[in-house]
């Protein structure tokens, strides 16, 4: 079965970065879009920016300039870095398995249990 | 690419068929999916390539359309059903999503 377990800092302060980090289990790393999602309380869904097992990302454009997301495919995780922060930054951040589109479902399929993140000015 | 979804929110019965709409921007082929997230929980994928059933996912549920317009349908409301759904479309980068539908009870 596979699993996302992720974890990062909760309580952040306005201008501080964002460090959250997913571990995938239980299935292959290779071949599959590994994405950040985040929603804000009581809102609906935004796509952050994803990462493939060789290190190519797509960001948001709308959030590009402040986003990194990485790799690291000997430990089967990757990860997401934020910085600038502001309180609009306020959201449960999801990480996200996608297969790709040619040969897979295209979708979302499997989420980790999100991690909310609090920015105080 | 904008996603619209209808009605935002709605109240049916346990046994109701319920249908929810999500209009594109502009035309996205297939590449679209649905969500259910109930309070407190990461979304679970429903349906994926517009019809296709997600493995486990209740046969109550079902996805069509093309293009720009797609339909979820649940045949016969469940208690577990009640929950937010949300479209998604992987035609075009960026991923995006629907505003969401709100399914509670009457």
């Known amino acids: 079965q596979v699993q996302l377990q992720q974890w990062g800092a909760g309580l952040l302060k306005s201008s501080e970065t964002l460090s959250l980090t997913c571990a995938v289990s239980g299935g292959s790393f290779s071949d599959y879009y590994w994405s950040w999602i985040r929603q804000p309380p009581g809102k609906g869904l935004e796509w952050i920016g994803d990462?493939?097992?060789?290190?190519?990302?797509n960001y948001n454009p709308s959030l590009r300039s402040r986003v990194t997301i990485s790799v690291d495919t000997s430990k089967k995780q990757f990860s997401l870095n934020l910085n600038s922060l502001t309180a609009a930054d306020t959201a449960v951040y999801y990480c996200v398995r996608r297969p790709g589109c040619s040969s897979g479902s295209c979708a979302f399929d499997y989420w980790g249990r999100g991690t909310l993140v609090s920015v105080s000015s | 690419i904008h996603l619209t979804q209808s009605p935002s929110s709605l109240s049916a019965s346990v046994g109701d068929r319920v249908t929810i709409t999500c209009r594109a921007s502009?035309?996205?082929?297939?590449?679209l999916a649905w969500y259910q997230q109930k309070p407190g929980k990461a979304p679970d994928l429903l349906i994926y390539?517009?019809?296709t059933l997600q493995s486990g996912v209740p046969s109550r549920f079902s996805g069509s359309g093309s293009g720009s317009d797609f339909t979820l349908t649940i045949s016969s409301l469940q208690p577990e059903d009640f929950a937010t759904y949300y479209c998604q479309q992987l035609n075009v980068y960026p991923p995006t999503f629907g505003g969401g539908t709100k399914v509670d009870i009457k």
């Open positions: 390539l517009a019809s």
């Open positions: 502009q035309g996205i082929s297939n590449y």
């Open positions: 990462i493939n097992d060789r290190g190519s990302t």
